[in-house]
């Protein structure tokens, strides 16, 4: 049967909320297609059937990611091996990043999402995919930066900066650069996580900056704005990543909102943080918990702030009922 034939059986048995079945036509389906160069030499069915592929791979970790099944998706990806020896390297790096990005999903996967890392990264090395060796480097030391694992991950963001300014690969540099002052700021080193912003600032501007890329950036420079108590400062960052990381529907939004709420009662202006949650893009947060929490926080030190303001006239008031 062709691998378009079984990639549909596949998903409709998916849709019909048969996994077991979906699990190994999707598995068929990756089999049929290691063996496309001895049995074809039509290049439409190749590429066909490597699509085909690579759908089925995605499917495949979508449906352990559902699952919660860790093993499961790496297992996906050390499979996935096969099909990248067979297709462009660019491709292949996005289509790994992809597959990963399916263990944020999954609880208590530290350790498989760490080994599955290291295998990778020791079978790029040996195939010389550098591009993808890099790659899956720079997720390493942020999975270590994930659990404060401060010490090897700035090990490894030493040989990987050495190694990228050689090639001059300024996009994956911004990267590194970024995770750097990251891990220093986690030390509490603040000159030297300034220093690595300025570097993944210096680096990005030479190249085009991706909008989430753009968005980390900002809101690393509004925390250190803020951990020097420039709150107006670090408020426009914070802003310019809510902005970013909102158009995006990124997660991250949240946290970029929850920082500028917290900038207005740094700057004594509790009373902006409700104004604030009218705005547009804030609008659709202002029901949650987390500002929620905010606006208790902000709530707190109005009432502080109307307790010392008007403290003698309380008291006075006060007198008056003794």
């Known amino acids: 049967m062709a691998t378009t034939q079984l990639l549909e059986k596949a998903d409709a048995a998916l849709a019909a909320k048969n996994v077991k079945e979906a699990e190994k036509l999707y598995q068929e389906v990756l089999s049929?297609?290691?063996d496309i160069d001895v049995h074809t030499t039509n290049a439409s069915v190749q590429q066909q059937t490597l699509r085909d592929q690579e759908k089925a791979l995605v499917k495949l970790g979508e449906l352990y990611r559902d699952q919660k099944n860790a093993q499961g998706l790496s297992n996906v990806i050390t499979q996935s091996r096969s099909f990248m020896s067979s297709t462009a390297k660019a491709k292949t790096a996005k289509l790994i990043r992809t597959l990963l990005d399916f263990f944020n999903s999954i609880p208590d996967s530290y350790d498989i999402q760490k080994q599955t890392l290291i295998d990778n990264i020791a079978w790029a090395k040996a195939e010389k995919r550098?591009?993808?060796?890099?790659?899956?480097?720079?997720?390493?030391?942020?999975?270590?930066?994930?659990?404060?694992?401060?010490?090897?991950?700035?090990?490894?963001?030493?040989?990987?900066?050495?190694?990228?300014?050689?090639?001059?690969?300024?996009?994956?540099?911004?990267?590194?650069?970024?995770?750097?002052?990251?891990?220093y700021r986690g030390i509490g080193n603040f000159p030297k996580a300034k220093a690595a912003l300025t570097s993944s600032r210096t680096a990005a501007n030479s190249i085009y900056?991706?909008?989430?890329?753009?968005?980390?950036?900002?809101?690393?420079?509004?925390?250190?704005?803020?951990?020097?108590?420039d709150y107006t400062t670090a408020y426009s960052y914070f802003f310019e990543s809510f902005e970013n990381l909102s158009a995006q529907g990124d997660a991250g939004a949240l946290g970029a909102l929850k920082y500028m709420l917290l900038c207005k009662v740094m700057l004594n202006l509790p009373e902006d943080v409700n104004s604030l949650l009218t705005v547009k893009l804030a609008a659709k947060y202002a029901q949650l918990r987390d500002v929620e929490s905010m606006r208790a926080v902000a709530r707190a030190h109005q009432d502080r702030k109307a307790?010392?303001?008007?403290?003698?006239?309380?008291?006075?008031?006060?007198k008056g009922f003794s």
């Open 32 to 34: 049929t297609s290691s």
């Open 130 to 183: 550098i591009f993808l060796k890099h790659s899956l480097e720079t997720r390493l030391v942020g999975l270590q930066l994930d659990t404060q694992q401060y010490r090897p991950a700035l090990a490894l963001i030493d040989t990987l900066l050495t190694e990228l300014k050689r090639l001059d690969d300024k996009m994956i540099l911004t990267e590194v650069h970024l995770l750097e002052s990251r891990v």
């Open 209 to 229: 900056c991706p909008p989430l890329l753009q968005a980390a950036l900002d809101l690393q420079s509004g925390i250190l704005h803020a951990e020097d108590k």
């Open 307 to 318: 307790l010392r303001e008007y403290k003698d006239g309380a008291s006075r008031t006060f």
